[in-house]
Every structure is written in C-alpha cells, then in structure tokens.
C-alpha cells in the first residue's frame, strides 16, 4: 500500500488549499476582473459528478460549462485536487440544525445521521471523495463535525470517548450508502439464485448458513437499516453513560 506520490500530490500546498476553502487567498490585484469563482466552478463541478461520477469530473469538462478553456480555471483553482475539496465543501453547505432535538443526545445523534446519509445519497462520488483520511477542511466540513460533536455532549463521555462514537456513527452511515451505491436489482437476483444453487449441492458444508437463509436472514429488513444500526451503537453509548454515573 501507499506507493510514491504522483507529481500533482507531492506539489501541493496545504496551505493553499486550506486558504481556498476558507475564502482566505490572496486575490490578484492585476489583469482582467474574475468572472467565475471557486464556488461557482466547484458547483458545476458537483453537478457533473452527480450526473456522470467523480471519475467524469476533469478541468477541461468543467470549463465547457462556462465555455472557457481548462487552463482559465487554472486561475481560480490550481487543479483537481483542490477541485474535489472544494466540491466536498460545496455539498455540505447546509450544515445539520439539531436544534429540534433539543439537548436529546440519542434523538440529536440519529438526526445528525440521516441526513448524513441522505446527503450520500445525494451525492454516491463523495464516498470517494470523502474516503477515511485526515484531510484539510473547509468551513462546511468543520460544522458538520462540530454538530456531530454537540450531539454527543450531553452523554457526558470524555472528548475521546465521544469522538469513538463518532467515528461509529459515521462508519455505519458511508457503508449502507455505500450499499445503495452499489447495489444493482438485476444483479442481486442473480447472486440470490446462483447461490441459492450453490447451497442445495453444498448445503451439508455450510449448515448454519443453509439454516439461516432458510429463516430469511437474507429477506429485506423489516426495520430501516440506520435506525436498526443506530440503535445498537446507542444502546451500547447508553449502557456506557450508565457504568459512568
């Protein structure tokens, strides 16, 4: 794993990038008057991953939005990289109002979950995007952990503590997105009927297995998915918060 830099990554500047995301670069004091900004180009940006995926998303195809060259964007966004950050930032403009919880750190903490993954949902490239990785974070990135973390406050856990949960949470939220970003009908019914095959010549080799498709352990779930994970993660921080008091 890992591997030597490609030249676009090992030339980048955090800080350059860091000043991007929060509006903070120096702006040119010479030449003709902007006419495009970051944040137009990393809409248009956001438009076409969502359209065509993460892979789609070059310089040269966002400038044919504007109608201008890929080397114009270069002014304003010093490349894909920077792009991509910048989308991140754009998809998560509307940080989470948890107001309506109302200090109920379980009610806070799943409000703060579905529309994290609605907005996967939304959006299936920033799974990609978004990839576990510390990363330089925009304003909107930043709110967005900020109400994760506010959520979880009023349990009491250590900082530690809360941010494990966190992590959790979060963990749980990329991979039922990630499950809807791949699944595929047609497919599913041929794996279902292939193995279903599989499993009548081989049954005496998987026993419980065999017992637990032919009880429905494969059947749609009869409750949502995130509510079901969640309550098991907040189940467990509850019974956590209890051993503390």
């Not at 490349?79 to 806070?108: C, F, N, T």
């Not at 856990?157 to 809360?162: D, E, N, S």
């Not at 997105?177 to 095959?197: I, M, S, V």
């Amino acid at each position: 794993m890992g591997g030597r830099k490609n030249e676009q990554e090992q030339d980048r500047d955090p800080r350059a990038t860091l000043a991007l995301l929060w509006g903070e670069q120096e702006q040119p004091t010479r030449g003709p008057k902007p006419t495009l900004s970051p944040q137009r180009i990393a809409a248009a940006a956001v438009e076409l991953a969502d359209a065509q995926g993460l892979d789609a998303v070059s310089m040269s195809k966002v400038a044919a939005e504007f109608g201008v060259s890929a080397m114009a964007l270069y002014r304003y966004v010093p490349g894909k990289a920077e792009l991509v950050e910048l989308m991140i930032e754009s998809m998560l403009a509307e940080v989470p109002d948890l107001s309506a919880a109302q200090g109920d750190w379980r009610a806070g903490t799943r409000l703060w979950a579905r529309r994290c993954l609605d907005l996967y949902r939304a959006h299936p490239w920033a799974l990609a995007a978004t990839a576990m990785r510390r990363q330089v974070m925009g304003p909107h990135q930043l709110g967005w952990l900020d109400a994760a973390h506010a959520a979880l406050e009023p349990t009491g856990l250590p900082a530690a503590q809360r941010h494990q949960v966190f992590v959790l949470v979060v963990g749980l939220v990329r991979s039922l997105a990630q499950q809807t970003a791949d699944f595929d009908a047609d497919q599913d019914r041929e794996w279902n009927r292939l193995t279903g095959e599989v499993l009548e010549r081989h049954a005496d080799r998987f026993p419980a297995l065999t017992r637990a498709i032919a009880d429905g352990a494969f059947d749609p779930p009869g409750t949502d998915p995130l509510d079901f994970g969640l309550d098991r993660i907040l189940d467990g921080v509850e019974a956590l918060v209890a051993v503390r008091e």
